[in-house]
Nanobody, 118 residues
Framework: QEKLVEFGGGSVQAGGSLELSCADVQHRFNYCAMGWYRQAPGKERELVAFVSAYDVAEYREPAKGRFTISRDKSRYTVTLQMDRLRLEDTANYYC????????????WGQGTQVNVSS
């Protein structure tokens, strides 16, 4: 049974915006860090942003200044607002929970594709 379900991927032109959402469908992860990774073809998976169990947000370099991560514990969701998208943001984006930003996350969503075109 899926524990993390992503929504919101799609295609957008460079400079546009997309919002990704991740649902903690079993309501298990409010006490875990949750966040987003991405993997582009031919590249390693990388951490984009995450929110700690104490609701502190951290961003990695590709996301700084352009992406905003937020968490709604009452709805068991984590959202990644992506603005000023670039061609290099094209990737499969994965929601993850527990140990995010520390070691290998324990739980993963199926991924949602984001395509940025010129």
């Amino acid at each position: 049974q899926e524990k993390l379900v992503e929504f919101g991927g799609g295609s957008v032109q460079a400079g546009g915006s997309l919002e990704l959402s991740c649902a903690d469908v079993q309501h298990r992860f409010n006490y875990c860090a949750m966040g987003w990774y991405r993997q582009a073809p031919g590249k390693e998976r990388e951490l984009v942003a995450f929110v700690s169990a104490y609701d502190v947000a951290e961003y990695r370099e590709p996301a700084k200044g352009r992406f905003t991560i937020s968490r709604d514990k009452s709805r068991y969701t984590v959202t990644l607002q992506m603005d000023r998208l670039r061609l290099e943001d094209t990737a499969n984006y994965y929601c993850a929970a527990c140990h995010v930003g520390q070691t290998e996350p324990l739980y993963w969503g199926q991924g949602t594709q984001v395509n940025v075109s010129s």
